[in-house]
């Protein structure tokens, strides 16, 4: 089974990661997850794959309520940093916000792919994984 | 024969000593006589006298005048007087004398003699005349010339007509009353005015038919007129008429005399003057009326003219535009704050003569200025002269109203996006941990072991817990925005204890030192909920900002309690909070960091409760040295919320 490379999942509930990593276990979704229990770490972290000339993520799941910089100030301050380094990397939206308004600013940006509604579950992973892989080959 | 015509005149001679001597009545007689004599011929009637053959003897009448007789009087002597009188006259005069032959009576009858136009009118009255021996010796005819009185009685009865046509035709009701004051006569005025029949009204006092609030005062009037206190009364009185309404008399009472000069009753008139006193109530209410408009509302009414200026102002002119009851004369343009406006207006006026609730800036006396609600109307007198009238209504008050409710609506506004943004936040805030509930289900149902699933229990738990809190911190919000204070004594031991007990869910608690110092003056009143409430968010903080890898954690409460108000300190030796963040820990789920049990609503909570309860909360912090969190209420005991 194919995995993806690596994840990187920003959400300031240690719960959600761990959650994350269980359902990544079981469905065999990624290879390496890095979680980033702060926006800021996110950022700092993303900063330094690039500097040290590590592969890109293929994909960051961010939530959105977050204290001090949100999920919202993450993607203004991401896009601005965005270089080709990051033209493979997807942005999902995984929050617990099921909120109309938050669909719409979500689509607003560019670079989020896909809005996905917590509890994050086995069958939504796999279809992420599925899709990700038909569309690289 | 000689010898005794001598002897004769002896005699006579001697006849006439002895009568001179002896009778001394004889002068007096001749007196008596020259007196009826000069009587005879003085007296204004005409006599005639004639003697026993009806022929004239003698007459009194005046050498230039002719009397009855056809001719003049010295031609007549001697004659009969069927000769001497005008035929009819004569014929008259025959029938009474022989009337009078039968009769033995003085004989009178009146005669008119027709001279061309004119009409002369005689009384004749015959008398016999006897001789010394009471023999029949003639007749004395007296004529007396009754023309005047004749003519006098022709007048007064002409004008006893005149007058009596005039009192029943006149409009005013003439009447007399006795000295009772009942009525004695009514002309037929009276029935056509008040519709009573004037033979059921007669004999009737008059009062009878004056209205029942006039009636005593009548009374009192027409009694002082029968004592003679008042000889005439004039006013206007109300009568009743057959149809029970009110008919206005102006009415002239005169009392009349009686010979011995008594009150015999009164005589007057009454004339109706309901029409007038209609028009005048009118006029008076409709004066009454725009008096009592004039007073009364708080509109200014005023009245321009071109040239005069004010001509007309009411008193709430005078109050709102702080002039005089004088009415200055004030231009237009000294009542517009904005000339602008005066231009505006007087175009419209000339224009459509006339605009109706112009909000306008006015200037007052003193230069102050008010908005007012005005109406405009452009008047033309008959003499071509332009007034503008107007209307004014103060409306600060409104604009103030409105002003206010402008900011009211801003605040409002603003309370609403806070709740919204409340509203976005508790719901996300509390889907959270449900979603990490429902993925830790997701999860456990894969986990192999026991022990595993034994793991994911307690995450569930801790999430559950944030969940609680979260409900809890709403249910406080909730509690201090709604219920109103309510104050009573404040055991702060008590309270204190209550909150550490409650704290106990946090297992750092052990970890820490908490020491507390109640400096009590006084006893201190205010609301229990709320301070608990204060104290159990500040305490929170403090436990959960604090730096466990420290070597004695601490946290000390220090509470000072006087008449006045009670000052709370909490201070903890934790991480302490980045300046930057200082200004943000009181804002609605503001959170630094993460936090497993925080809501991020305690210190907005312990805020907003302070507020409510009208304290200050000041914090001051050293990142890793540690935050005061230093609180002051007043003391209910001497505060009261009642003000404001």
């Excluded at chain 2, 010295?74 to 035929?87: H, K, N, S, V, W």
């Excluded at chain 2, 029409?275 to 708080?298: C, F, G, P, Y």
């Excluded at chain 2, 109406?375 to 409105?402: P, Q, W």
């Excluded at chain 2, 204070?485 to 209550?498: G, M, N, Q, S």
């Amino acid at each position: 089974m194919t995995k993806i490379k690596k994840v990187l999942v920003i959400d300031d509930d240690p719960i959600n990661n761990i959650i994350f990593e269980k359902l990544s276990d079981i469905t065999g979704f990624a290879e390496q997850i890095t979680a980033c229990l702060s926006a800021v770490d996110g950022l700092d972290h993303l900063q330094n794959l690039q500097k040290n000339g590590e592969e890109a993520p293929a994909m960051i799941f961010l939530d959105i309520r977050m204290p001090i910089v949100n999920g919202w100030e993450f993607l203004q301050r991401f896009e601005k940093i965005k270089t080709p380094y990051f033209d493979n990397t997807l942005v999902y939206m995984l929050t617990s916000s099921s909120d109309q308004s938050d669909v719409n600013k979500a689509k607003n940006f560019g670079t989020v792919s896909d809005y996905i509604v917590k509890p994050l579950s086995v069958e939504v992973l796999e279809g992420i994984k599925e899709r990700q892989l038909t569309q690289a080959h | 024969m000689l010898k005794t015509i001598q002897r004769l005149q002896q005699e006579n001679e001697q006849l006439r000593e002895i009568i001179a001597n002896e009778t001394p009545e004889l002068p007096e007689i001749h007196e008596t006589q020259g007196q009826l004599r000069s009587a005879f011929f003085s007296i204004d009637d005409d006599v005639y006298v004639f003697d026993k053959a009806h022929r004239l003897l003698t007459s009194n009448i005046k050498p230039e005048k002719t009397g009855l007789l056809i001719t003049r009087h010295e031609q007549c002597y001697g004659r009969l007087f069927t000769d001497i009188f005008p035929a009819p006259f004569a014929s008259k005069l025959e029938i009474a004398l022989a009337h009078r032959s039968k009769t033995e009576e003085i004989q009178q009858f009146e005669y008119c003699l027709q001279d061309y136009q004119v009409s002369f009118y005689f009384k004749i009255s015959i008398n016999d005349r006897q001789d010394a021996a009471g023999r029949y010796a003639g007749f004395t005819m007296v004529v007396r010339d009754m023309t005047e009185e004749k003519i006098a009685a022709k007048k007064i009865i002409d004008s006893e007509k005149r007058y009596r046509s005039v009192v029943e035709n006149v409009r005013e009701v003439i009447f007399q009353t006795d000295r009772q004051g009942h009525w004695s006569f009514l002309n037929p005025a009276w029935r056509e005015i008040s519709g009573y029949d004037i033979y059921d009204s007669l004999e009737r006092p008059l009062t009878d038919f004056v209205h029942t609030t006039e009636k005593k005062l009548l009374e009192k009037l027409i009694e002082d007129m029968i004592c003679g206190k008042r000889h005439t009364v004039r006013r206007e009185v109300r009568f009743v008429n057959r149809q029970q309404q009110i008919i206005w008399m102006d009415m002239f009472v005169k009392a009349y005399l009686d010979d011995n000069g008594e009150v015999a009753g009164m005589s007057g008139a009454l004339s109706d003057i309901t029409q007038r006193k209609k028009a005048e109530q009118t006029v008076h209410e409709s004066r009454q009326w725009l008096e009592s408009i004039n007073k009364n509302i708080k509109e200014a009414i005023l009245r321009v003219d071109h040239q005069q200026g004010l001509v007309y102002s009411n008193c709430a002119f005078a109050d709102m535009f702080g002039y005089g009851q004088e009415g200055h004369p004030v231009s237009l343009s000294a009542l517009f704050a904005q000339e602008a406006d005066l231009r505006v207006c007087t175009k419209v006026l000339a224009k459509q003569t006339a605009f109706t609730n112009k909000i306008i800036l006015f200037r007052r006396k003193d230069g102050s200025t008010f908005w007012g609600l005005s109406s405009f109307m452009l008047v033309v007198d008959e003499n071509g002269h332009t007034f503008y009238d107007g209307a004014v209504r103060d409306i600060t008050d409104r604009k103030e109203a409105e002003q206010k409710l402008k900011e009211k609506n801003q605040e409002l506004i603003k309370i609403n996006e806070e709740l919204d943004r409340f509203v976005y936040s508790a719901s996300h805030d509390l889907r959270a941990p449900l979603a990490s509930t429902l993925g830790l289900i997701n999860i456990s149902r894969f986990a192999p072991s026991s022990q595993e699933q034994g793991q994911y229990l307690d995450l569930m738990e801790q999430s559950l817990n944030r969940m609680d809190k979260l409900i809890q911190d709403l249910t406080d919000y909730s509690r201090n925005a709604r219920l109103e204070i309510e104050t009573e004594e404040i055991d702060f031991d008590t309270i204190l204890k209550d909150v550490l007990q409650r704290l106990k869910y946090i297992k750092t608690i052990d970890q820490v030192k908490i020491n507390t110092r109640i400096t009590a003056e006084e006893v201190f009143y205010s609301d229990k909920i709320r301070i608990y409430v204060i104290l159990i968010n500040l305490i929170s903080n403090a436990l959960k900002y604090h730096k466990y890898d420290l070597a004695n954690p601490q946290i000390n409460i220090d509470i000072t309690i006087n008449d006045r108000q009670a000052v709370i300190a909490v201070a903890d030796n934790g991480i302490g909070i980045e300046k930057g963040y200082l200004d943000k820990i009181f804002t609605m789920f503001f959170q630094v960091t993460r936090d497993s049990i925080g809501s991020g609503l305690g210190l907005y909570i312990a805020k907003e409760t302070i507020n409510k309860l009208r304290g200050t909360i000041k914090v001051k912090s050293v990142v890793s040295k540690g935050s005061t969190f230093t609180v002051t209420l007043p003391n209910a005991k001497t505060y009261s919320y009642d003000q404001d």
